[in-house]
Structure formats: structure tokens, C-alpha cells
């Protein structure tokens, strides 16, 4: 059984060579059976033929008897009639015996019915009588060979006894060795062939909600197997595409705020600008105080300048997944500039995130999440409302729980299932790709967190993330909407 279940079959060779088995355990028992009930046959007719012999040589004796009382030559003629009998059942037992004692014994016993034969001869020359010595031979031999046939007799009872307690053993093992298949081969297929299957039921269903992980592969040698491997290649082969259309929609969110981005240098520029034109024109007559304030102005705006293009280079720059402590207001203050320029003067973005809140994130995938959210938002509310990004520490959950809300006119019911969906979108051909929100599901979830949405028409929508506080914690609560 080991051996099989180490031998690289296919999970069709698998499941016949396990009926196979159990097949053929059963045929053994069942051949095994029926030799038994054979020879349990061929004991019983031994017997009957036993109680023959043995009936037939009491009428020997009664008519040896009424002989010795009577001396009729009648009763000496059914003496020898019943003797000849006797002989004829006594090759038959011959035929039937396959065991040399028992053969033996019948040996004996023919023995005893010659000399019998020759002792009854004897009387019947002498003329019968009880009282002479061929009477008391004849009843010594008499009675060895009533004690012989008796004796064959009794030999085959305890055969068939033994016989008898041997198929009850027989019957116990046949039962416990079915029992013992019945509960081992219904756990073999179990552990060999539908845990596999449940596991890779179970990856199917992760994929399908869009949770791309790994499996660990069973040691199954055989489709199950192989199955396994191309669901962790397949997983691998998403994440990696899954990662490049983050980069994609990245570059597309940078062509997005070029716009908000150049008027947010253009003004530190014009300062620095006017600032240097002021201080050239009046260098010779000017208070040196006056000019040490123009100076530090210039440099003022020249970090301000420098943050917003540090910022955009930040988020543009691809690299690989990894999770470092990340302190959670600093990164949604920099997503927030990046986006403070796209609603117009309408448009008010507001933040309310503790400044002690940190937790394990890529920085830059997790900007890109804010960063989509914070566009829908904007584009929501349509030049005139409110996005808020809040975000809270749930202690109890060990979760921080991030919401991006907005004033707009909200989201149907029949579409909010379906916004995480790719390449859903309800914008204007042309005007949106659908992979924004499909993008935020996927990296929240690397990040081993949820992401879900609520909204009413007419009432905005509010975005909630819960990401762990820890790095390991899964920090799942809810599915996706």
C-alpha cells in the first residue's frame, strides 16, 4: 500500500488501482469462503456415511445376537447380509477420507470387519450356540468394531467442530480486514485526492475575489500535483502583471496632474522670479536687511519647489513591493499636495490623520491608492464639495482604518458591487480606464488588508481601508463591496 501511494501514477491510475485493491480483497475472502464451505461439505457427507457404517453394524450386532439365542439360519443370513453392507460403506467412507488418521482408523476398521467376517464363519461351522469360544470371539470382535465405527465417527464430529470454528475466525478477520478498508480507503481518497482538490478550490475562489496568493503544493505526484504548480505560475504571472499595470496607471496619474503639478511651480517660480528682479534693481541702495528678506524668500520657494518635484519623482519611480514603516500623515500630506491642485477653488480637501500613526506599507503603492481614491473624490463632487482623508487607529482590531470620503452625487446600488470590478467604469468612453479602483483593491490587498465602500444616492461615498498595525496580521474583516 506504501508503495503505491509513493509511485508516480496519474489520479485515474490512483483511483482504479484503489478499487482494484479493494476488489481483489474481498475476491480472497469470498474464494477463501467458499473452500471452506466446500470442505465443510465434503465433511458432512463423510459423516452421514460415518452414521451409516456405524447403524449398519448395529444391525450386525442385533442379528449376531438373535443368532447366538435362536441359532436360525435367517438371522445368520441378515447377519451377512448386514456385513456386506457394512463393507460396501466402508470403501465409500474409503473414497471421501483426505487425512491420514482418519484414513488409518477406517484401515482398522476393515480389519475388524474381516476378522468378524472369519469369526462368524467359524460359529456357523460350529453349529452357533452362545456358549462355545467362536461365540465369545465373535462378541470381543463385536464389540472392538462397534467401538471402531463410533471412533470414526467422533474423529469427524471434532473435525467438523474445528472446521466450524475456524470459519467463524475467518468470518471476525473478514469483517474487521472490510471494516479496516471501508474507514482506510474512503481517508486515502480524502487526503490523496479531495484535500487537494479543496485547496485548489479554495485558491480558485481567492483568485476570483482577486487575492493572488500562493499555494503550498501537495506532494501528491500526480494532475493534482501539477495542477497546484500552474496555479502558483499563473498567481505568479498576475501579481507580476498586476504590478506593471500599477506602474501603467501610475504614469497615467502623472499625466493627470502635469496640469495641477506646473501651477503648483509656476508660483514659487514667479516668487523666486520677482524676488531676484527686486533685489538686482535696488542691490546698490537697498537695506541689507531688506535684501537678506528677499534672499530667504527665494530660498523659501526654491524647497517649495523642490518638495513638489521630489514628490512627483517619488511617485513615479517603480520599484519593488516591500514594507517598511510608514508614517501615515506624512505620506497622506504629500498625496494631498500632489492632488491639491486638480478640483479648482470649489473643490476643498481636508485631513485628519494622527501624526503618531504608523504602520507597515510600501510607500509608494499605498500613494498610488490614496492618490486614486483622492482623484475619484475630486472628480465626484464636480468642482464644488468637499474629499476628506481621515484615517484612525482600531486598537481592537489592531487596524488602521483610512476613509477617503467625498460630498458627491454618491454611487447606485446595482453599480457599487461592481466598482472594484476591471475595466468597470461609468465615465464617458475615453475619459476613464477602469483599473483605478481595480488598482486600490489590489494593492490594499497586498498589503493584507480590506477595502470596502458605502454609499447612498445623493449622499457621497465613503471608502474605508483597514491595513495591520503589524507587520503579519492579516487584519481582515470585511470583503470587498
Known amino acids: ?90 470403501d465409500a467412507l474409503t473414497a471421501e477420507a483426505s487425512d491420514l488418521k482418519v484414513s488409518s482408523q477406517l484401515g482398522a476398521l476393515r480389519t475388524l470387519l474381516r476378522d468378524y467376517r472369519q469369526a462368524l464363519g467359524a460359529l456357523a461351522i460350529s453349529g452357533g ?43 471476525l478477520l473478514a469483517v474487521s480486514v472490510s471494516v479496516a478498508l471501508g474507514v482506510a480507503l474512503p481517508l486515502l481518497m480524502f487526503r490523496k485526492i479531495f ?50 499595470l500599477v506602474q501603467t496607471k501610475k504614469l497615467s496619474s502623472i499625466g493627470t496632474l502635469t496640469a495641477g503639478v506646473a501651477h503648483q511651480l509656476n508660483n514659487p517660480l514667479n516668487n523666486i522670479s520677482t524676488s531676484s528682479q527686486i533685489a538686482l534693481d535696488e542691490l546698490e541702495t537697498a537695506d541689507p536687511a531688506f535684501l537678506r528678506k528677499l534672499l530667504g524668500n527665494i530660498l523659501q520657494e ?82 464644488s464639495g468637499e474629499v476628506r482623508l481621515a484615517a484612525r487607529r482600531d486598537a481592537a482590531a489592531g487596524q488602521a482604518v483610512i476613509t477617503v470620503s467625498d460630498t458627491g452625487p454618491g454611487i447606485p446600488k446595482e453599480t457599487k458591487s461592481r466598482v472594484f470590478d476591471p475595466f468597470y467604469t461609468t465615465k464617458e468612453e475615453g475619459k476613464g480606464t477602469g483599473l483605478g479602483l481595480s488598482i486600490v483593491y489590489g494593492i490594499v490587498e497586498k498589503h493584507a488588508g480590506t477595502i470596502t465602500v458605502d454609499s447612498e444616492p445623493g449622499q457621497g461615498a465613503v471608502f474605508t481601508i483597514r491595513l495591520p498595525l503589524s507587520e503579519g496580521a492579516s487584519g481582515r474583516t470585511d470583503g470587498p463591496a
Open 129 to 171: 450356540g452362545q456358549g462355545g469360544e467362536a461365540a465369545r470371539k465373535l462378541r470381543e470382535i463385536g464389540k472392538e468394531l462397534t467401538e471402531a465405527a463410533d471412533a470414526v465417527v467422533e474423529f469427524e464430529l471434532s473435525r467438523i467442530h474445528a472446521l466450524i470454528r475456524l470459519l467463524g475466525a475467518q468470518l
Open 302 to 383: 526654491t524647497l517649495r519647489a523642490r518638495d513638489i518635484v521630489q514628490g512627483l519623482l517619488e511617485f513615479s519611480r517603480a520599484r519593488e513591493f516591500s514594507l517598511r514603516p510608514v508614517v501615515l500623515s506624512e505620506l497622506a500630506g504629500r498625496t494631498l499636495r500632489l492632488v491639491s491642485s486638480q478640483g479648482g477653488s470649489g473643490v476643498r480637501l481636508t485631513s485628519d490623520v494622527p501624526d503618531d500613526l504608523v504602520i507597515p506599507a510600501d510607500a509608494s503603492r499605498l500613494q498610488e491608492a490614496l492618490l486614486n481614491l483622492l482623484i475619484n473624490g475630486i472628480q465626484a463632487v464636480d468642482g
Open 1 to 90: 500500500m506504501t508503495s503505491l501511494l509513493r509511485a508516480r501514477l496519474s489520479l485515474r491510475q490512483k483511483i482504479v488501482a484503489i478499487l482494484a485493491l479493494y476488489v481483489l480483497g474481498i475476491g480472497a475472502m469470498g474464494i477463501i469462503s467458499y473452500e471452506d464451505l466446500r470442505t465443510m461439505e465434503d465433511k458432512l457427507e463423510f459423516m452421514r456415511l460415518g452414521h451409516v457404517i456405524a447403524n449398519t453394524i448395529l444391525e450386525v450386532r442385533r442379528y449376531e445376537k438373535n443368532y447366538l439365542l435362536y441359532g436360525l439360519p435367517e438371522d445368520l443370513a441378515e447377519d451377512r447380509r448386514y456385513l456386506g453392507e457394512s463393507f460396501k460403506t466402508l
Open 195 to 244: 484535500q487537494p482538490l479543496g485547496i485548489i478550490r479554495s485558491a480558485t475562489q481567492d483568485i476570483a475575489a482577486g487575492r493572488f496568493k500562493e499555494i503550498q503544493v501537495v506532494n501528491t505526484n500526480d494532475e493534482i500535483e501539477q495542477v497546484m504548480e500552474a496555479i502558483n505560475r499563473m498567481v505568479a504571472e498576475i501579481e507580476r502583471r498586476q504590478d506593471q
